[in-house]
Structures are given as C-alpha cells and as structure tokens.
C-alpha cells in the first residue's frame, strides 16, 4: 500500500473494509474564511467526492457519511435548504459517473419526507448500484441512530405478529432490519471537527469501531489525513472483548 508507507514508514497498514465518517466543521472552515456556512458545505461535499475516491483506489469496500441527521432540520432554512440542493447536485452527477466509475451508492435514513426529485434519484442511484459489486458509497441523510433502530425494532414486531418472523431473534436477524443491512459494521469511525462525540450516529454498527479523532475540519481533509488515521488503526489492538493471543 504506496500510499500508506509514505506516511507510517511501515508499508504494512491495515486498510479496513468499511470506514465511516462524521462530515464536521463546514460551517468553522467557512468562517474562518469569511464565507457564507453554505460555501463550507459545498467545500465538504468536494471532499466527500475525493476521499470516497481515495478510499475506492486503497481497497477500502464501504464508505459511510453522515452528512444530514435528523436533528439538523433545526437549522436555519437557508442553510437546509442549501444542503439538500447540494445533495441534489451530488447525486445527479453520481447518476452520471457511477455506470463508468464502477461506484455503487446507498442512502441510509428515513428518505419518505425527502423531495420527490431527490427520491427519484436516491431510487436511480439504488437501481445502478444493483448492477455491480465493488466499492459502495453510503450517504447518512435525515438519518439518526435511535430513529434506525427503531425503526428496525417495528418492522421486527409487525414481521413477528405477521408470522414472517421467528421469536428467536439473533443479533444478525436484528441487524437485517436496519438501513444498514447487508453492510457489514464499519472497523474505523472518524470524527473530523474536533468534538468527540457520537452524535447518534451508527449506534448500533459501531459496537467494536475503533474511534480516530482530529481536529482538522471536514472540507481540510485530505488522503493523508485518511492515511493517518488508518495508520492509527493498524497500530490498535482489537480484541473485540477477549484476551489477546501468546
Ligand atoms: C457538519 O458541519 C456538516 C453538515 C451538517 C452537512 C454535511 C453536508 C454536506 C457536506 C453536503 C453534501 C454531502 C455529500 C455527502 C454530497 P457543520 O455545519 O456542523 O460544521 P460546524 O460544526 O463547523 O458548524
């Protein structure tokens, strides 16, 4: 892995399969510059674009973000609005690039109060991705931890009195209920921004993530910073509530 030595000098970092990110510190990067918070999340989005980038050429398979949650409908409306405008750019050019680039998308979240254009593309995205194996990128929108899980909890319950479930319900039977299924928990959750936080995100998948934070804010975020924190992860020892081997 090149592009790893060059930071750790170890040339034998660990790249996980599924990294997911908290998108932090658009609106701090923008003040900083004196811009409008908007111009910080149009900055963010063009990070997005080329970690997931990054991620797909190292070999990671799942790329996770949080980039709307179902608390941030408190923002002001210009700002909302703002952001799902950017997503609505986003994801047409996706629908674009993806067939060529080999990228398949997922939007994870509660997408029925979403416009009806941004869930005609969030269903194009679902209807390419179907075609391909490969690296996957996952879009957290109007998304909250407890709001999946809930959520997950219902559909159980309703599949259960229904007689489509069994009463035996295992961790994995749950987890296939999730926004999330089918994707396996993410290893490593980055935290851009500075805060060290959750924020209800992944509450359930993260169960055994390792945590990298840095103070760097989202749009500043580059491939070397991905490099860091990856070679951080190599260097942590998972034992996953067991004893370590020898
Ligand atoms: C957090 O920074 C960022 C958000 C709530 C929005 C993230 C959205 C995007 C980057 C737009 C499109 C995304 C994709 C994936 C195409 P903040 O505003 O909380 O920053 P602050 O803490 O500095 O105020």
Redesign the pocket.
């Known amino acids: 892995m090149a592009a790893l030595e060059h930071i750790t000098g170890e040339g034998n970092s660990t790249v996980p399969r599924h990294i997911a990110i908290?998108?932090?510190?658009?609106?701090?990067?923008?003040?900083k510059r004196g811009l409008p918070?908007t111009a910080?999340?149009?900055a963010?989005?063009e990070?997005?674009?080329r970690i997931a980038t990054y991620c797909k050429n190292i070999g990671v398979n799942y790329l996770t973000?949080?980039?709307?949650?179902t608390e941030?409908w408190s923002?002001p409306e210009e700002?909302v609005k703002s952001?799902m405008k950017?997503?609505d750019r986003?994801?047409r050019e996706a629908i674009a690039t993806m067939e060529r680039d080999h990228i398949r998308m997922k939007i994870l979240g509660d997408v029925s109060i979403l416009s009806p254009s941004l869930r005609a593309e969030i269903e194009e995205t679902n209807r390419i991705s179907s075609r391909y194996e490969g690296f996957q990128a996952n879009?957290c929108l109007n998304y909250g931890g407890r709001a999946e899980i809930l959520q997950a909890a219902k559909r159980y319950a309703r599949d259960l009195v229904e007689g489509k479930a069994s009463a035996d319900l295992t961790e994995d039977g749950f987890s296939s209920y999730l926004y999330s299924a089918g994707i396996p928990d993410p290893e490593l959750l980055i935290r851009p921004?500075g805060?060290k936080r959750i924020s209800n995100f992944l509450l359930w998948q993260c169960a055994y993530s390792e945590f990298y934070f840095t103070d760097v804010?989202?749009p500043d975020f580059t491939p070397e910073e991905l490099d860091r924190a990856i070679a951080e992860f190599s260097r942590r020892d998972r034992r996953f509530g067991g004893v370590k081997n020898g």
């Open positions: 908290i998108l932090d510190g658009n609106g701090r990067w923008a003040k918070r910080g999340h149009a963010g989005a990070t997005f674009r973000v949080y980039a709307f949650s941030n923002r700002e952001i950017l997503l986003y994801l879009i921004g805060e804010l989202w």
